[in-house]
Structures are given as structure tokens and as C-alpha cells.
């Protein structure tokens, strides 16, 4: 994020990691099980989520999307090095999910409303998935934070500023109401990369 707590600008660049933070965030990837992000962040930034920048195999790709509103054509589905499954709510409707499921996903429904995430979880627990590397963005990282579904934070504080109040913000979602509400962490360690500041924190309430 950057050092006012945006990841992403009020046009939607969110292109703010240097190369060695990308470098950290693939071998991330190719240490995790899975990589997760909301179907925001695929329609804004419409991301591979492969290894790349170092050696490793690709995790399982998993997409949150209530309604299956990830386009069929979206870059995720031109690469075969890992599975993808995309989480649907009992809402989405099933021509999407089928287009879908011949785009090359796995569909995974649970919740009525919307993704059920406790339940998710606990499907993909079910199927061998142990560690998964959240990507966000901001409203799913609050979803999964308010839920007590994250067991550590690791965030990269970039040196630059970009304001905005329309700007996406590292957490969103509804918020706590008051600061003793929020979600309490507790500083594993830091770590200076350049001009960057690498911060490892453990969640406490869970």
C-alpha cells in the first residue's frame, strides 16, 4: 500500500510494488496452496495470479464473486498452470456459471446471499487446501478480517502519497464503529527493502 494506506488509485492504478516486493509476492504465491482475491479486483486488474517471478509451481486460483460476474474471457482463464475455482452464491445465475465452467473453472457454491466464507473455507480445507495467500482487495480483506478467517498480515508500505477519497483503501467493507472494535495485530517483524517497509503482524482477535 502506499504510505496514506491506498492500494489502488481513485482511477484504479494499483501498480505501486517495486521489483523485488513483486518478487516477495510470488514466492508467497508459490509457497500458499491458494491464492484469493474478490471479483473487484479481477474486473479491475483482470490479474494471472501464476508464479512468475521466481521459481515455483502456480497455487489454485480462487475468485469471490457472489453473482459469477468474472467475464469468460478474462486473462485468468488463458493460463492452465493451476486450477481455478470461482466461488458463487446461490444468487449468481446459472448461464454465467456455466460459461464459467466451460471457461475452464471449478464452481464452488455456498451462501445465499452472497459467498459464505467460513464455508468456503471450510469446503477447500476439505480438498487439501491449507494456506492461502490473500490478495484482496479491500472489501474482501475486510470480510475475511471481520470473519476471523486471517491468521497473519504482511504489508508493504510504499513511499509515495496519492490521496483521494474515492482511492482504495488496504481494508474497506463496513468498518468497525468505534477503534476499540477493530481488528487488534501484533508485530512479528520489520524489514527494509530500499525505501520500502516490510511489516509481518499477527492477527489476535480471532
Not at 484504479?12 to 473487484?40: P, T, Y
Not at 480462487?62 to 486450477?83: G, H, W, Y
Not at 471450510?122 to 490478495?135: D, F, M, Q, S
Not at 520489520?190 to 480471532?206: A, I, K, M, Q, W
Request: net charge positive; proline share 2%; charged share 25%.
Amino acid at each position: 500500500m502506499t504510505l496514506d494506506g491506498k492500494i489502488a488509485t481513485k482511477s484504479g492504478d494499483s501498480r505501486i510494488s517495486s521489483d523485488s516486493d513483486l518478487k516477495r509476492l510470488h514466492r508467497m504465491r508459490a509457497e500458499s496452496d491458494a491464492v484469493m482475491i474478490g471479483v473487484g479486483t479481477l474486473l479491475e486488474d483482470n490479474p494471472l495470479l501464476t508464479v512468475r517471478r521466481v521459481n515455483g509451481r502456480s497455487p489454485i486460483r480462487i475468485i469471490v464473486d457472489s453473482l459469477a460476474r468474472t467475464p469468460a474471457n478474462s486473462r485468468i482463464f488463458s493460463n492452465k498452470d493451476s486450477r481455478i475455482v470461482v466461488a458463487v452464491s446461490s444468487r449468481a445465475a446459472p448461464t454465467r456459471v456455466n460459461k464459467l465452467k466451460r471457461a475452464g473453472a471449478e464452481i464452488i457454491h455456498c451462501g445465499t446471499q452472497h459467498v459464505n466464507l467460513k464455508n468456503l473455507l471450510a469446503k477447500l480445507h476439505a480438498n487439501g487446501v491449507n494456506r492461502i495467500l490473500l490478495e484482496g482487495g479491500g472489501k474482501l480483506n475486510w470480510s475475511m478480517l471481520s470473519s476471523g478467517l486471517v491468521d497473519e498480515a504482511m504489508i508493504t508500505v510504499a513511499p509515495i502519497i496519492v490521496g483521494g477519497e474515492k482511492a482504495t483503501t488496504l481494508v474497506e467493507g463496513m468498518g468497525a464503529t468505534k477503534i476499540n472494535c477493530g481488528i487488534k495485530l501484533s508485530l512479528k517483524n520489520t524489514e527494509r527493502t530500499g525505501s520500502e517497509l516490510v511489516l509481518h503482524y499477527d492477527v489476535r482477535n480471532r
